[in-house]
């Protein structure tokens, strides 16, 4: 830890004058792009989705979440490849337009433009909980505003965002550490913000000192984020009395239909879609060479450290949660904060950390090596993911009243039958969400996982990656595919659970 | 006697004390009202009987075995009292039946059908929670109470969520259940009908002190205090030359002619006979008809001498 | 059902805890390589030796750190990368051991190979010019300082100064010509960028075709690979721009070449098994697979590229000692931020 305070002033002032307040503005024109298209991708079809009927809402009731499946880093290649020169939009263009074509021809690697991919594939974190907000709204405030005379727009603008604000911001602040986390895409597109500022540091430099200077630079100014969030909208924090009423929908008239439609499509086409076709075409004309012994181990391995660290993210925050709910400490408040910090953190900032911590660990206590062992893999990302798997359960815990702890307690349940009769059945649908959530995020994985996996292994992320890298994206899109058609499957799997917990 | 609560002391800061040294027991079978307004602090009290809270000095006894004291403290799960909470935490992921059973010793199982019949749930024991009225729910959390047969049973604020018609009948089917099971009660409410109704004995709880505790009947004619007198029932302000005295409204007789002559001012409909709102001097007063009273009417009141409620004069500022 | 779930779970977790590589027959690389060919040799080498190979994947500064911090329990024996300015780097940390492989001179052109001794060439690839057949004629490209001259303004296309490659063409002209020449001829080059730098090499090529820029600084790797692809646009793209090899008259230096060199970790656990995938690797069996199967050029002068590659015709390399690539590194990243080279 000492390391941090010895301040290499030279290295870190060269990089201050020359590139951070470069990056930094980049960062931030980034963060600002994603948040406001993520929102639009989100805000919109949430709100249609819950309130109003219209054909095809079932359907993008399911798929809107999906493009969650896509790793950021996938999306960004795809869709560069897309719209490059070669790719199928231009070459369309050419072929059959060419007097139009030119138009088209345009430098596609803009700040602008990875930050519109980027909320593409990151928008669903804000879907999600907007969506589960504005049904548990349900209509009586609906009814209300409409009975007071305000119109639908007027109902959501002054009722049901006010409302919905500190959920919106929860997704909201995902999207911004996703954002500040993404590496590969950002480098891609020649967009340089402040992780590339750590790496460069790191590796271009070789000053960890000043890269681990940068990272905590970084990670309290997300804390700053944070409370500053929690700050402004702790007096929107209210508490509302949750409709259990199943909630009526709006029927659609045609032309709100077809606007329903477009709204909801957006981001369904764009998200998910496209680059699904695109994928599974290059897919289908490469598949030939694919050895199919070693996707099956890939794919082993990748569900492998997936379940381990879904297990182990949910074993560990469940009894995080039960822990506080049963003692009520005040300092574990703070604790609890402090466990969700790591996905604030790059992953391969994480990583070097583990290993300078196992190093020490090892020289000291025992012989054999734990670096390069699952175990410190699957450590690694239990804490950069500990965050996402922790929300729905604390926040499942949150929404049961004191009320069924005392109850059971007088009923005669000690701690082991309240946690064994009580807890874990009531949350288990929060647990589910946790675990799936966990589970697509490491398959996800890149940076940790090329850092600190063991001998011989590899995983669909790292495979994809490396074919990427080397400029060979149709040959890693099986690879990809996989994690596409994995994550799906357990999207709608998520989605279902959802709405078993939360009728409508 | 069988609940013994003596120099119970409970805060949650030392600069407010929630429950003040309260003392006061209890009878096996009794059911006792515990009346106060919101936020008295009458949950916590009940808290303190089940275990979930810790008391700060003094002590508690059921059936002579200590729950709680300076040097010891049972387990709520250990007591065997049951608590049946305002907002009828059934829990979402169990059935009625298995909501009833939860954590169940073997040896109650027989009694099930027994309690379902009592309560009236019979047809619902598959249904969940969120499937059950308000008044289902009520009756499925006491069924979950007393099916264990517990030494104490503890109601906090039962009818509260529940709306008037179904109230009353609610309150005596639970009378009924309770009497026939004969379990001592302790019942926590603000509403004075319900305690009236139900209550063997009143207890009336304010600022963290025990204000009276008797049998409904001497409660209301015989207040220790006029916030006691004032909880139950209207009261009249009748000053004589010396001193000041209270009257309920229904002593109050219309007569043809005595000293003491009210404005009619209002004039309610209350179904059996007509509830009349006066003017006495300036004082808001009220009382009794049989017939209707035109308004602006004067009229003649009487009284008898040993109805008139007598407090010192520390004690009349609650009135002011 | 449960219980016994999360127990199992635990239970492999602490098995996983224990699965260690042990030392035996077998050898541990890092490696920044990641190719088909690369398993196929090891594939090879296995059949042959009976040695089990295990690799590590990931970028050669994460390795490095990574092989710093286990110090002396790393399990490493073979540090492989793509770029020579990393095993200089790893030299210089104290990472590497020096490496003897008998006879090394007659497999391996001499200017290859390290003058230090700590690590051995297995490929190299050069940073070459390729250029818009529409747009540009051949007699205007001469060298890689030229193309800091006013005539190419908003016409050269380069990726990121992140890149090592890029790192590296920087180090060899600091090398070459020291550092003011050097960041004039960023300057230059800044000056004339047809767009900020961005995007893979291939995506440089794309960008000559779209008419976004004349000429383009890429690895002939990538133009291989390019020439090779699946996809029929990909292949017209190609097809519209030619390859030059820069600095070649007589009185210059020859064309900026970088090699993929694999070094002996200082604290290797299975040395001789090492030191015999290393003569492997360098062995004529294996290099006649390395460009069979990819488009790099053989360290062995006998060797012929692949087809494609040589449609391009030979080349004077520079000939400039490999290590000094990573001995610049750091004065080429400053000189790249300080003129703006994004």
């Known amino acids: 830890m000492g390391r941090i305070f010895e301040f290499n002033n030279e290295n870190f002032f060269y990089l201050w004058d020359n590139l951070l307040i470069d990056y930094s503005r980049n960062t931030f024109h980034l963060v600002l792009i994603t948040a406001l298209f993520s929102l639009l991708f989100a805000v919109f079809p949430a709100w249609l989705i819950s309130t109003s009927s219209f054909s095809g809402r079932k359907f993008y009731d399911i798929v809107l979440y999906l493009p969650l499946a896509i790793p950021s880093y996938i999306m960004a290649f795809t869709y560069s490849d897309i719209l490059s020169y070669t790719g199928p939009m231009q070459t369309f263009l050419r072929n059959n337009y060419p007097q139009i074509s030119n138009f088209f021809n345009k430098d596609y690697l803009q700040i602008e433009v990875l930050g519109i991919i980027m909320a593409l594939s990151l928008f669903p974190y804000i879907y999600t909980v907007s969506r589960v907000s504005f049904s548990l709204l349900g209509s009586n405030y609906i009814n209300v505003a409409k009975n007071l005379g305000l119109s639908s727009f007027q109902t959501f603008y002054k009722i049901i965002l006010p409302l919905s604000r500190p959920a919106i911001f929860s997704g909201l602040f995902l999207v911004l550490m996703e954002v500040l986390n993404e590496y590969g895409a950002v480098k891609y597109f020649g967009v340089n913000t402040f992780t590339t500022g750590i790496f460069r540091a790191w590796f271009s430099m070789n000053d960890v000192n000043t890269a681990t200077q940068l990272s905590i630079i970084l990670l309290i100014v997300v804390f700053a984020v944070f409370f500053i969030e929690r700050f402004l909208n702790s007096k929107y924090r209210y508490n509302y009395k949750i409709n259990n009423n199943i909630q009526n929908l709006v029927e659609s008239g045609f032309y709100k239909t077809i606007i329903s439609n477009i709204i909801c499509g957006i981001p369904f086409m764009f998200g998910f879609l496209f680059p699904l076709i695109f994928i599974l075409n290059n897919a289908i004309s490469t598949y030939q060479k694919i050895d199919l012994s070693n996707l099956f181990l890939l794919s082993k391995n990748t569900i492998l450290v997936a379940l381990l660290t879904a297990i182990s993210v949910i074993i560990f925050a469940f009894f995080v949660e039960f822990i506080r709910k049963i003692s009520k400490g005040k300092a574990y408040g703070y604790i609890n904060q402090l466990i969700s910090l790591g996905y604030a953190l790059p992953g391969a900032v994480i990583g070097m950390g583990l290993i300078l911590l196992f190093t020490k660990i090892n020289s000291l206590f025992i012989e054999i090596s734990l670096i390069g062992s699952l175990f410190v893999l699957i450590y690694a990302y239990v804490i950069r993911f500990m965050a996402v798997g922790k929300s729905p359960i604390s926040s499942s815990f949150e929404r049961h009243p004191e009320t069924y702890d005392q109850t059971a307690k007088n009923l005669g349940a000690g701690t082991f039958k309240l946690f064994q009769k009580l807890h874990l059945p009531i949350n288990k649908f929060a647990l589910m969400v946790a675990f799936i959530l966990t589970f697509i995020d490491v398959m996800k994985e890149l940076p940790i996982t090329l850092i600190l996996r063991p001998f011989n292994f590899d995983t669909l992320a790292t495979q994809t990656y490396e074919y990427a890298i080397e400029e060979m994206i149709p040959r890693s899109s099986v690879y990809s595919l996989l994690i596409i058609v994995i994550g799906s499957i357990l999207l709608i799997l998520l989605k279902k659970t959802i709405s078993k917990s939360w009728p409508n | 006697m069988y609940l013994e609560v003596n120099d119970l002391v409970k805060f949650y800061n030392k600069e407010n004390l929630v429950i003040k040294k309260l003392n006061f027991s209890v009878n096996q079978g009794e059911i006792i009202s515990f009346l106060g307004e919101s936020g008295s602090g009458k949950t916590t009290f009940l808290k303190c009987l089940a275990g979930l809270e810790n008391i700060n000095s003094g002590s508690v006894k059921l059936n002579k075995r200590i729950l709680n004291d300076n040097n010891q403290f049972v387990k709520p799960q250990d007591r065997n009292i049951g608590f049946v909470f305002q907002d009828y935490p059934l829990f979402p992921h169990l059935n009625l039946k298995d909501n009833i059973l939860f954590n169940i010793d073997k040896k109650y199982l027989k009694k099930f059908d027994y309690i379902l019949n009592l309560s009236g749930l019979e047809n619902l024991v598959k249904r969940f929670p969120h499937e059950l009225s308000g008044g289902e729910q009520q009756r499925a959390c006491l069924a979950r109470a007393l099916i264990r047969e517990p030494d104490l049973l503890l109601l906090d604020e039962p009818f509260s969520n529940l709306d008037s018609e179904i109230k009353s009948s609610m309150r005596e089917e639970i009378y009924r259940i309770i009497k026939e099971t004969k379990t001592t009660t302790i019942l926590v409410t603000h509403d004075v009908n319900d305690a009236l109704n139900i209550a063997d004995r009143i207890l009336i709880f304010k600022a963290g002190i025990l204000q009276q505790y008797d049998d409904p009947v001497n409660m209301y004619c015989e207040p220790v205090n006029c916030y006691c007198a004032k909880i139950l029932g209207d009261l009249n302000k009748i000053s004589t030359n010396d001193d000041i005295y209270y009257l309920r409204p229904e002593n109050f007789k219309v007569v043809e002619k005595s000293k003491f002559e009210v404005i009619v001012k209002k004039c309610f409909f209350q179904g059996k006979e007509y509830k009349i709102m006066a003017s006495h001097n300036g004082e808001t007063c009220y009382f009794f008809s049989s017939k209707p009273l035109k308004v602006e009417q004067r009229v003649c009141l009487d009284y008898k001498k040993e109805d008139l409620i007598y407090f010192d004069s520390m004690c009349r500022n609650f009135f002011e | ?342």
């Open chain 3, 1 to 342: 059902m449960k219980k016994k779930a999360l127990f199992l779970a635990l239970f492999i977790l602490l098995l996983a805890c224990t699965d260690n590589p042990k030392k035996n027959n077998e050898i541990n690389l890092y490696s920044q390589r990641h190719y088909e060919v690369d398993k196929m040799q090891y594939r090879n080498f296995e059949e042959l030796t009976g040695i089990k190979v295990n690799v590590i994947k990931a970028n050669a500064d994460e390795l490095i750190e990574r092989m710093k911090n286990e110090g002396e329990n790393s399990p490493a024996d073979l540090f492989i990368t793509v770029d020579v300015g990393k095993l200089f780097q790893a030299s210089e940390m104290g990472l590497l051991q020096k490496i003897t492989i008998p006879s090394l001179s007659e497999k391996v052109s001499k200017d290859l190979m390290d003058k230090n001794g700590f690590w051995v060439p297995i490929t190299y690839r050069s940073r070459i010019i390729v250029y818009s057949n529409k747009r540009v004629d051949v007699s205007e490209l001469s060298t890689y300082e030229d193309l800091a001259n006013e005539k190419w303004k908003g016409r050269i296309l380069v990726r990121s100064s992140s890149n090592a490659y890029n790192q590296a063409l920087m180090s060899s002209i600091v090398a070459n010509l020291g550092t003011e020449v050097s960041t004039n001829w960023s300057e230059g080059i800044v000056k004339n960028f047809a767009r900020d730098p961005k995007g893979s090499d291939r995506d440089q090529v794309k960008a000559i075709a779209a008419g976004q820029g004349d000429v383009a600084i890429v690895n002939s790797y990538y133009i291989g690979l390019l020439l090779s692809s699946e996809k029929e646009e990909e292949l017209n793209a190609g097809k519209s721009i030619s390859v030059f090899f820069p600095n070649q008259s007589p009185d210059e230096r020859g064309s900026h070449i970088n090699v993929s060199g694999v070094g002996l970790a200082k604290n290797s656990p299975n040395k001789e098994n090492a030191i015999k995938l290393v003569n492997y690797l360098i062995s004529e069996e294996a290099q006649k697979n390395y460009v069979s199967n990819s488009f790099e050029y053989s360290v062995n002068p006998n060797i012929k590229p692949d087809a494609i590659v040589q449609k391009w015709g030979e080349f004077k390399r520079d000939t400039l000692d490999l290590n000094l690539l990573g001995k610049y590194r750091q004065e080429a990243i400053r000189i790249f931020d300080k003129t703006g080279w994004k």
